[in-house]
């Protein structure tokens, strides 16, 4: 004959089983300190938690982007400072080679010089980081210029260097990036001519009448050179007011990510001490079933088995 369980008995085992889940569940909260590791555990939290979860990844994104681009603004700010500096010296060799006891052959040696600091220009403008030319604009994958002495300007355009890059911030905003190497180092006006503090032309104007032995020549590119060098100025100011930008970007995104997170834990994560104290009052009710349990089990053996 088979033993009969009688309904308190089956309440019994049915208390103790739920309360056995109920401690793995508060076990599990407790080792992983999330409260919310599935939708049932409290379907209304799910779409909160999901939102937020969407909102730390995408600014996560966003200070990925703001630091990709912090890089390449450091590095555009040194290269244009080693600009400025070129550019300058190509000012002091200028007044040198203008002065009117100067030799043809000081200014044979002058223009080697200057020919060396158009090098480093054009250098300058093919600065890369992480394999990208960053003064190349949109087809950052190659460099824009290279010496060049059979051009009217000492230099061969390779690409355009138009730059629509941008980078947006937490808001939403969006930060141009910088300016491409035409921009920058050869201005030129609507009809093509060169614009007023043009680098290229500058500094090959310069060397052209060092090698001519043009004193008069020398002493008008001094001033094209000085045009050059406040023009380039203003554009390592932009560079700055840029860095300056992104920066101020990353610095509101990692308090968006700050303020994300609280939100999350408010929301997903467990209250560890409540917990604690529910897992030790489960597993005082689990001793309690279990000796209960005890007994109707010796009940049984003893009673249930009478014909």
């Known amino acids: 004959m088979s033993p009969i369980t009688s309904g308190a008995t089956q309440a019994y085992l ?7 889940q109920q401690m ?28 937020i979860q ?12 703001l630091g990709t681009v912090g890089a390449q603004l450091s590095s555009a700010d040194s290269a244009l400072q080693t600009a400025v500096q070129a550019v300058e010296s190509a000012i002091s060799l200028g007044a040198q080679g203008a002065n009117s006891t100067a030799t043809a052959d000081e200014r044979s040696d002058l223009a080697q010089q200057v020919s060396g600091l ?4 054009v250098d300058v403008s093919s600065t890369q980081v992480n394999g990208d030319y960053i003064f190349s604009g949109d087809l950052a994958a190659q460099p824009s210029y ?23 911030d937490s808001t939403g905003t969006a930060i141009p990036v910088r300016e491409g190497a035409q921009q920058i180092f050869d201005a030129r ?25 043009d004193q008069a020549g020398v002493a008008s590119s001094v001033d094209l050179l000085n045009s050059a060098d406040t023009y380039l100025n203003q554009q390592l100011a932009s560079c700055g007011a840029t860095e300056n930008r992104v920066t101020a970007a990353t610095d509101l995104a990692q308090k968006f990510q700050t303020q994300e997170q609280g939100d999350l834990s408010q929301v997903r ?15 005082i009710q689990q001793q309690a079933s279990m000796s209960v349990e005890s007994t109707l089990l010796q009940s049984r053996n003893l009673f249930s088995y009478l014909a």
């Open 146 to 168: 290279q010496v060049d002495p059979s051009q009217p300007d000492g230099v061969q355009q390779l690409i355009p260097t138009t730059s629509t890059v941008q980078v947006v």
């Open 54 to 65: 969407n909102q730390i990844g995408q600014n996560q994104q966003v200070q990925t982007n």
């Open 24 to 51: 793995q569940k508060t076990e599990a909260q407790l080792s992983s300190g999330i409260r919310v590791q599935q939708p049932s555990d409290d379907p209304a939290a799910i779409e909160e938690i999901l939102t």
């Open 189 to 213: 006006n609507p009809d093509g001519s060169a614009a007023a503090g043009n680098v290229f032309v500058a500094v090959n104007s310069l060397l052209t009448a060092l090698r001519n032995n």
């Open 269 to 283: 994560d467990a209250d560890i001490p409540t917990l604690a104290a529910n897992l030790t009052q489960e597993q």
């Open 118 to 121: 158009l090098q480093t220009l």
């Open 14 to 20: 049915a208390g103790l089983t739920s309360n056995q």
